[in-house]
């Protein structure tokens, strides 16, 4: 399996911008369809966007459409989502995932704090 290692939280205000990054060990990056999903205190952890495995097909979970973008650079093994206009419900850990059929790698996690 990948190992994956998230960076690039942190506290930011309402309206600010944060990218963060996931890097991938091993040279078999682009077997992964890459996501990016956040969990919030107490509530379950959610899908907020993947990317197919050569970077041609993205998806969103609408709240974060139009300020989110997820982008990959298979040359890297790494993974960004570029948040802008950040609201304070942005407010989660966030996980990167790497999904093949057969099974799903998960990242230790990056805290986002937004403050209004």
């Known amino acids: 399996q990948v190992q994956l290692t998230e960076s690039g939280g942190g506290l930011v205000q309402a309206g600010d911008s944060l990218r963060l990054s996931c890097a991938g060990s091993?040279?078999?990056?682009?077997?992964?369809?890459m996501g990016w999903f956040r969990q919030a205190p107490g509530k379950e952890r959610d899908f907020v966007a993947s990317?197919?495995?050569?970077?041609?097909?993205?998806y969103y979970v609408d709240s974060v459409k139009g300020r989110f973008t997820i982008s990959r650079d298979n040359n890297k093994s790494t993974v960004y989502l570029q948040m802008n206009s950040l609201k304070p419900e942005d407010t989660a850990v966030y996980y990167c995932?790497?999904?093949?059929?057969?099974?799903?790698?998960w990242g230790q996690g990056t805290q986002v704090t937004v403050s209004s």
């Open positions: 990317i197919s495995r050569s970077g041609s097909m993205t």
């Open positions: 995932a790497a999904t093949t059929y057969a099974s799903t790698s």
């Open positions: 091993g040279r078999t990056f682009t077997r992964y369809t």
